[in-house]
């Protein structure tokens, strides 16, 4: 994904910054230059890159800060803090209540992910126990509603569709009337796309949105479209009400920051972002966390979201109280590690979890790195027999040659890949110090903990 690259260099402009003796209006311009830089090579909109540093150069005034200020953390949290306005357009969109009837349409170009994005959208819900049901209101692509209709049965979700009326609009009210009578709370229409935006595409979703009224209008977008996407999704607002954006592909070679522009154009958020062609490959999409996560600093909330689907929170209160007092153990690392295999899309959990992104899991990569964090643990289980202490050491000093021999020798492994193990760990351990001191928190209490991480 080019995003990660994006952050990869706007935290290298940070890092660079702080490597500077004196941080002084030379250092900062040519930070917020190599930003501004790495920002429109993602296809951010110009404007949109301009205001921030505007903003920036407002909000650190170096004149003004006293000696004793951390500059690089002013700097960084000013950075911080305006991608995040940048993706946030300040007003929630509305959200669906379970029980309640809402009808939500789908709106996008041909091609864009829509008709997968629908299903994914229905299938989130289901999961959460919501009753929705799937409308294929798109008779113009061939295929369309066989396709609908595929991954609905897959994923059990009613659907409505017609293969001889070439009324999107009747089938549209007709499949909305029958799912309200079936007390369906989350009745999806999915709309025709163009290749291109044509006035026919959008006087047609126009009347789709008058006959079925819906609460909310999802505009959905591929996040390669680059530069293209501020004119695209102004359009699609300007002709129906869109209250919410879904960017999908995020998993590809996107360069991602047309999600921004999205964003700035429909003054909407960007609720869930697609990241593969799975119906789970569908995550939520919060403003804090993911800034977080581009600048590579983790986002712990996401992470222990996850981790509760496996492991409930009141059986990790060990892993908790440990990581409070900077405490990363070999045990730590193997349990976590459990977890992890458990998790499912493993890419998906891993880049929420400070250092295991990049490093140990490359992108496209996910089989490889599933199998190397077997071969750990299988030195690691090996290790159990050298005795419990040595797991829940912190100190790898007490790993001598000869322990490093016998774990080899017990898990099959050359002696290389147990001093690799060693220095993941040691690595691992070094990342999850920094959160020494955290608040332990409480069931629900999640976000607070990526607050205290951003902090
Ligand atoms: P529509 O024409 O907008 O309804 O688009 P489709 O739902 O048919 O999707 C077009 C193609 O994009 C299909 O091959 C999908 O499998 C693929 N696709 C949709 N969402 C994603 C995603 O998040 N990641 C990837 N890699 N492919 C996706």
Redesign the pocket.
């Known amino acids: 994904m080019v995003l990660a690259q994006l952050g990869g260099s706007i935290s290298r402009a940070i890092q660079q910054m702080s490597n500077a003796t004196i941080i002084d209006e030379k250092a900062l311009n040519e930070c917020l230059n190599e930003i501004t830089r790495a920002l429109l090579q993602a296809d951010v909109q110009f404007k949109l890159v301009k205001d921030m540093q505007t903003n920036i150069k407002k909000i650190v005034n170096l004149d003004d800060l006293a000696a004793g200020h951390n500059k690089r953390r002013i700097i960084q949290q000013a950075i911080f803090n305006e991608l995040c306005k940048m993706l946030d357009p300040g007003k929630p969109s509305f959200t669906p209540k379970k029980g309640k009837t809402s009808v939500v349409m789908f709106v996008?170009?041909?091609?864009?992910?829509?008709?997968?994005?629908?299903t994914?959208y229905a299938y989130y819900h289901q999961k959460k126990g919501w009753k929705p049901a799937l409308v294929c209101a798109?008779t113009f692509?061939a295929g369309?509603f066989d396709?609908l209709k595929q991954n609905a049965t897959k994923a059990k979700i009613p659907f409505y569709g017609s293969y001889m009326e070439s009324d999107p609009v009747k089938i549209a009210e007709e499949g909305v009337e029958r799912f309200k009578k079936e007390n369906c709370d989350l009745i999806i229409v999915?709309t025709s796309?163009r290749h291109k935006q044509e006035a026919a595409l959008f006087e047609e979703m126009r009347q789709v949105s008058e006959a079925t009224k819906p609460d909310l209008v999802i505009f959905?977008m591929?996040s390669s479209i680059g530069q293209a996407a501020f004119d695209q999704a102004q359009a699609f607002k300007q002709s129906v009400s869109v209250g919410a954006v879904i960017i999908?592909?995020?998993?590809?070679h996107a360069r991602g920051g047309g999600a921004l522009s999205a964003v700035a154009a429909t003054k909407s958020p960007v609720i869930f972002?697609?990241?593969?062609?799975h119906m789970d490959?569908?995550e939520v999409f919060d403003v804090k966390p993911f800034v977080s996560r581009l600048l590579g600093m983790g986002d712990l909330s996401g992470f222990m979201d996850k981790i509760q689907e496996v492991v409930p929170m009141d059986q990790q209160p060990e892993l908790l109280q440990m990581l409070s007092e900077g405490t990363f153990t070999l045990r730590i690392m193997y349990e976590q590690f459990q977890n992890l295999l458990k998790m499912g899309p493993i890419g998906q959990v891993f880049s929420m979890l400070p250092g295991f992104s990049s490093e140990l899991m490359p992108k496209g990569r996910e089989k490889e790195s599933q199998a190397k964090i077997k071969r750990y643990m299988t030195m690691m289980d090996s290790m159990t027999n050298e005795g419990k202490w040595q797991l829940d050491s912190t100190n790898p000093k007490l790993m001598n040659e000869s322990r490093v021999m016998r774990i080899a020798r017990g898990s099959g492994r050359p002696v290389r890949d147990v001093m690799e193990m060693l220095d993941e760990y040691k690595r691992l351990a070094k990342v999850w110090s920094k959160m020494k001191g955290l608040k332990i928190p409480k069931k629900g209490e999640m976000s607070a903990l990526s607050r205290n991480m951003n902090a």
């Open positions: 996008g170009l041909q091609g864009s992910g829509k008709t997968t994005t629908c994914k798109d692509r369309a396709q999915d796309g959905v591929d999908t592909k995020m998993d590809g972002i697609g990241t593969g062609e490959e569908f």
